[in-house]
């Protein structure tokens, strides 16, 4: 997002193009906050209450977390435009009652008109007279038709309808990431999709009343020439209650990812949305869609994650493509893939030696080689408690450096700087117990 002010006279609503710009820049918004703005523009300095909002965007009969929806397409007609709720230029907050839109905004495109009521045709008393039994009989055959047309479609509502998918809904405490799909089409691009999977997983993990399934245990869910199981099969398997399916997409200095969240034991839809941004915000990017998620779940954030989840900084684009390839070839776990994971590491150091989770990466490759003894664990273990230090001098916050200090001490204390013995046996129970994270969240 960018930090520049606020420049009002040149914020325009375009409706024929469905875009609002601000001079020559396209701001951009999902469906559900646009239709929003449209509706509180078109009624400027009118209040629009929630009501009429929901009708608006969903309907009047619907049985989605509505309020959850207004609060968060509120958040990003706000994040947009730059405006601070404290001290409203354009939206106002109505407690209890609604929203008002007062800020100066040009609108290109005439709104949709409203449809007229047809006025009634004039008709002198005598053929209003004579019309009155025609009348009478043909709203009563209407009524009976309507009598007929309800009673069908009750015996076949209790017939065929799944009443149980309207039922309230338990809460959601534990959910699975189900590896995004890599749409461009390349399959050398399967790193990316895959590096942006762990790190959605990285962010959700950090919510403390949220239990998330870790990417081992959701990478056999990858698409293969086997098909996927029944949403509802995968979800016990796991043992969670809620599944997130999604893709993503990039092209050039931009990456585009989509999400939709299932309450699983129903195969429920609950929610979904589309993201863009440039590759430079990726961090913030992720963050967004971990706090969309944790808003649709209903799970209460703590101060502290509001805080992490609202903030992220940039990365050099160059240096997170090399640190997702790392990642990529550290999660194989083979002796060749291990040093290539290091040759990427290195790669994204070059470009930004201020890049703390590549030097995380560093330190898991280091200590898992020494380890398995790929490497003189003399020359290993030393290079790996570097490089986790250093990460934590980047940035103390960082999770993932505390959790590669973490792993080179669960393995080497007491060793000698020799690897244990049943090494390998060891090393997969540490592989199903520590989130395989990538570790680029900074806070």
């Not at 479609?153 to 799909?181: E, M, N, T």
């Not at 913030?284 to 502290?304: F, G, H, K, S, W």
Request: glycine share 6%; charged share 25%; aromatic share 8%.
């Amino acid at each position: 997002m960018s930090e520049a002010p606020v420049q009002t006279d040149f914020l325009e609503l375009d409706l024929r193009r469905y875009e609002l710009r601000r001079g020559s820049s396209v701001l951009k918004l999902e469906k559900i906050p646009m239709e929003l703005l449209i509706l509180l523009v078109e009624r400027r300095d009118q209040l629009v209450g929630r009501e009429e909002i929901i009708a608006r965007l969903w309907g009047k009969d619907v049985f989605l977390d509505t309020e959850q929806g207004i609060n968060t397409a509120i958040r990003k007609i706000r994040l947009t435009l730059g405006d601070d709720p404290n001290d409203p230029r354009f939206l106002q907050t109505i407690v209890g009652k609604g929203y008002r839109f007062v800020g100066p905004i040009t609108v290109v495109g005439a709104t949709p008109a409203v449809a007229a009521a047809r006025a009634p045709i004039s008709a002198t008393d005598e053929e209003t007279q004579s019309s009155r039994p025609k009348t009478a009989l043909r709203r009563k055959l209407v009524a009976f038709a309507a009598v007929c047309l309800l009673a069908g479609a009750a015996v076949v509502a209790f017939r065929y309808f799944d009443w149980i998918r309207w039922f309230p809904r338990r809460p959601v405490h534990s959910i699975a990431v189900l590896p995004l799909k890599n749409l461009s089409g390349n399959p050398a691009d399967d790193y990316f999709a895959d590096g942006m999977t762990d790190e959605l997983i990285t962010n959700l993990a950090k919510i403390s009343a949220l239990r998330v399934t870790s990417y081992t245990s959701v990478s056999k869910y990858k698409t293969t020439s086997k098909p996927l199981p029944p949403l509802p099969q995968v979800a016990q398997e796991l043992q969670v209650d809620g599944i997130v399916e999604g893709s993503v997409l990039r092209s050039g200095d931009q990456v585009r990812i989509t999400a939709q969240l299932i309450y699983a034991s129903r195969d429920q839809h609950l929610w979904a949305e589309e993201y863009q941004r440039y590759v430079r915000d990726v961090l913030y990017l992720q963050r967004e869609v971990a706090r969309d998620i944790a808003e649709q779940v209903r799970v209460t954030l703590t101060p502290n994650e509001q805080k992490r989840l609202a903030t992220a900084g940039v990365v050099d684009p160059a240096a997170y493509e090399s640190y997702l390839r790392g990642r990529s070839f550290w999660n194989q776990r083979s002796e060749a893939s291990l040093l290539k994971a290091i040759d990427q590491f290195n790669k994204a150091i070059e470009v930004d030696a201020g890049y703390a989770p590549a030097y995380s990466g560093l330190a898991d490759c280091y200590t898992t080689l020494g380890y398995l003894s790929y490497l003189d664990p003399l020359d290993a273990f030393p290079r790996a408690r570097d490089a986790a230090t250093k990460a934590l001098e980047l940035d103390p916050s960082l999770a993932e450096a505390h959790t590669s200090l973490a792993y080179y001490n669960l393995t080497t204390p007491g060793t000698g700087g020799k690897p244990r013995t049943n090494s390998g046996k060891r090393l997969n129970s540490i592989q199903t117990t520590r989130p395989l994270t990538t570790g680029i969240a900074i806070t």
